[in-house]
């Protein structure tokens, strides 16, 4: 190892290593960081102590306003250590809130963007319904805010985005992720309950990463950017995303190319990595 890596290696600051509200200024540029709805607001889950679980002062979500490159910004954080970074009917009030708010700044004359940074495994089982119907408030702000600036999606840890959230992932107008990463629909510990451990072993670290992780989303074209686990890589290209504006077409809208290539897929095999790379192949509509 030669001088050079080590002192590349000595200088790396991990992302996935900082809390969400750590993550959230890390991103924005420096003293712009202002937080809305803090913890001091004491707006927290009423469905949580009826369960005898602890709630969190922020509920797991962090609101940050400020300037990234110099531009106005809102960076929406969960927080994946409380709760599995699961959405009730507060934390999810105060993302669909902010994007919300975030279009209105755009109809104002104020270009605001948004960035999502997503460590979740989907609804919160405790808050059920309501965690659901704030989840599809968040789509339909994602939706909406997208006309005017792009809305960027970062999942960074090995928490990951699933559930109804990995939906709103491919939603956003761009998706970085990490090595780390994961996303997907449903996760590991859901599917072998549904299909057998013969179908999919949630213990199987390689394997899951194999097929839900950052380097193989990429390369399956669900995300846009794969990057180190290292905060000023990942501030840097999301930067360079946002200076791309808004894409030419949205994913979401691009579902016949999709649709195309899962045709071709032989459900009849065991999924592999190197099967879903081949089915991904080619040229995007």
């Given at each position: 190892?030669?001088?050079?890596?080590?002192?590349?290696?000595?200088?790396?600051?991990?992302?996935?290593?900082?809390?969400?509200?750590?993550?959230?200024?890390?991103?924005?540029?420096?003293?712009?960081?202002?937080?809305?709805?803090?913890?001091?607001?004491?707006?927290?889950?009423?469905?949580?102590?009826?369960?005898?679980?602890?709630?969190?002062?922020?509920?797991?979500?962090?609101?940050?306003?400020?300037?990234?490159?110099?531009?106005?910004?809102?960076?929406?954080?969960?927080?994946?250590?409380?709760?599995?970074?699961?959405?009730?009917?507060?934390?999810?009030?105060?993302?669909?809130?902010?994007?919300?708010?975030?279009?209105?700044?755009?109809?104002?004359?104020?270009?605001?963007?948004?960035?999502?940074?997503?460590?979740?495994?989907?609804?919160?089982?405790?808050?059920?319904?309501?965690?659901?119907?704030?989840?599809?408030?968040?789509?339909?702000?994602?939706?909406?805010?997208?006309?005017?600036?792009?809305?960027?999606?970062?999942?960074?840890?090995?928490?990951?985005?699933f559930g109804g959230m990995s939906i709103a992932a491919g939603l956003c107008s761009y998706l970085l992720v990490t090595r780390e990463a994961r996303?997907?629909?449903?996760?590991?510990?859901?599917?072998?309950?549904?299909?057998?451990?013969?179908?999919?072993?949630?213990?199987?670290?390689?394997?899951?990463?194999?097929?839900?992780?950052?380097?193989?989303?990429?390369?399956?074209?669900?995300?846009?950017?794969?990057?180190?686990?290292?905060?000023?890589?990942?501030?840097?290209?999301?930067?360079?995303?946002?200076?791309?504006?808004?894409?030419?077409?949205?994913?979401?809208?691009?579902?016949?190319?999709?649709?195309?290539?899962?045709?071709?897929?032989?459900?009849?095999?065991?999924a592999d990595a190197a099967a879903v790379r081949s089915a991904f192949q080619g040229e995007q509509s």
């Amino acid at each position: 190892m030669t001088d050079a890596t080590i002192q590349r290696l000595l200088e790396q600051r991990s992302f996935t290593e900082l809390g969400a509200r750590q993550r959230a200024r890390a991103l924005l540029d420096a003293g712009s960081f202002r937080e809305l709805v803090d913890p001091f607001a004491r707006l927290v889950s009423p469905w949580l102590p009826l369960q005898g679980i602890v709630p969190q002062a922020d509920d797991g979500v962090v609101v940050a306003k400020g300037l990234i490159d110099a531009q106005p910004a809102v960076v929406i954080a969960i927080e994946g250590a409380f709760q599995g970074g699961s959405l009730g009917e507060v934390g999810g009030a105060k993302i669909a809130g902010a994007l919300e708010l975030a279009a209105q700044d755009n109809r104002d004359g104020t270009p605001t963007r948004a960035v999502l940074l997503l460590e979740t495994g989907g609804v919160r089982l405790q808050e059920a319904n309501l965690g659901l119907a704030a989840i599809a408030e968040i789509q339909a702000a994602i939706v909406d805010l997208r006309q005017y600036q792009p809305v960027i999606g970062l999942v960074a840890g090995p928490v990951g985005c699933f559930g109804g959230m990995s939906i709103a992932a491919g939603l956003c107008s761009y998706l970085l992720v990490t090595r780390e990463a994961r996303l997907g629909l449903n996760g590991p510990q859901v599917i072998e309950q549904e299909a057998g451990i013969d179908e999919y072993d949630s213990r199987d670290r390689p394997f899951i990463w194999s097929l839900t992780g950052g380097e193989q989303r990429h390369a399956s074209a669900l995300v846009d950017r794969y990057v180190a686990d290292d905060v000023e890589p990942i501030r840097q290209t999301l930067i360079e995303l946002l200076c791309q504006g808004k894409p030419a077409l949205e994913r979401s809208r691009r579902h016949a190319w999709f649709l195309e290539r899962l045709q071709g897929v032989d459900t009849r095999v065991q999924a592999d990595a190197a099967a879903v790379r081949s089915a991904f192949q080619g040229e995007q509509s």
